[in-house]
């Protein structure tokens, strides 16, 4: 027997990791990856991989700012002075090929430290005499060498030429830092959003956008149910059907219809020439207007989910209970309240859940319709995680900073669904009813 349930156990485990597979995937691994980025300072500038140490003048600025010694920076810009080919080979071109040949038998591979030392080796030369002290400078300059605009892959590789050029430990470490041209761990992303004056803008703004059209879905949508409760069977498909077309429709065509109705070539601007009023985009002319706009774009997409979970759940009650009630001389706002609504609770609980923390996160049709605006007036916290990692006009996308916006918002949708289960008793509506003998 135990060996059956064994069996058994192991036949449900295996049927449901697919579903395991998934959830891992597609739920909690981008979660974790967040939380990952949101400790980094990745972005365009510092690529997804390692990368590189690069000195370059901004570099030299930035180094500047710290208390290192003053010939640190003379010993990046002059690192000696090097017999190369490629000097040699500017020497041929500016000068002539002679003098190249003559430098590169004498002192080919050798390398000064100074350009006094290499001067004093060119003013050796027999065949091809450099007499004036002024030609001398110009061709020692040639040859000069700096680590300034060089590329180095790994951190050892560049510690060791900075050790070369003989710079103390502390400069080392200091230009190290500032040099290493990818991403590193950081906590600055959370500092940085909690200083920003537009943090709290964005984050009021949402609670602008979930606590009206949240109340716009839920009490509209409940409104569909309990009045179509009432109609004809046909007539209230029908009605369902037609208000549960938003949610079919792509969003690209539903905001275009919006678009059409409110901007200065749209309806309202047509129908209100008739008075003599001017044209206007009635949706972007106001944050009050954009607003309302946004709510009601949203807002009817949530109402008709809202009110196809509620109409279902408004059949599902037994209607003993509807009939006794009429028997018992209830009128409809009776019945609604006191038997409709509080059979309601369940799903009114989910809904509400559900839609807040698809609002919390849900971008699309701000982005479609307003796109923040007017005057990033309408630059909902989810918007901004977006336009900080994925599309913004300076460029420089800073996926760190907006996987720590990303982050808040994770946080708070987990602390607004602690808070939904307690207050409304989740744990009462889940228990297994008590069978009284």
Known sequence: MYEIMKRINWFGFVFISPVLIMVLLFFLTPVVMTGFFSFTNMSTSTGIKGGEYLINQETVKEIKKYNIQKDTIEKLENAGYSINEEGLKIVSEKYKESLSKEIKSLYFGEKFSNRKDLERALKKLKKNKIKKTRDRKEIAEIFKESIINERFDSKSIFEENLIKLEINENDRAIIIEESYTGWSWTNNNFKLIYNLPS?????????????????????FGLFLAISTFYLPSKTASTFRTIWFLPRILPPVLYVLMWKWFTWDTGFISQMSSYFGAAPKNWMMDSPIHAWTVIVLINGFVGASFGMILFSSAIKAIPSSMLYASEV?????????????????????????????????????????ATN???????????LAAYHTALQNYAGNLQYGLGATYALVLVIIGIIASLFYLKFFNFKDLVTKPRIEG
């Open 199 to 219: 943090s709290y803008k964005f984050a009021f703004y949402t609670l602008i956008y979930v606590s009206f059209t949240l109340t716009f879905n839920v009490v």
């Open 328 to 368: 018992d001389g209830a009128n409809r706002w009776q019945q609604i309240w006191n038997i409709i609504i509080p059979q309601l609770r369940w799903p009114i609980m989910f809904t509400t859940a559900y839609q807040t923390l698809s609002l919390l996160t849900s971008f699309e049709y701000i982005l479609l």
């Open 372 to 382: 923040g605006g007017p005057g990033r007036s309408t630059e909902v916290w989810a």
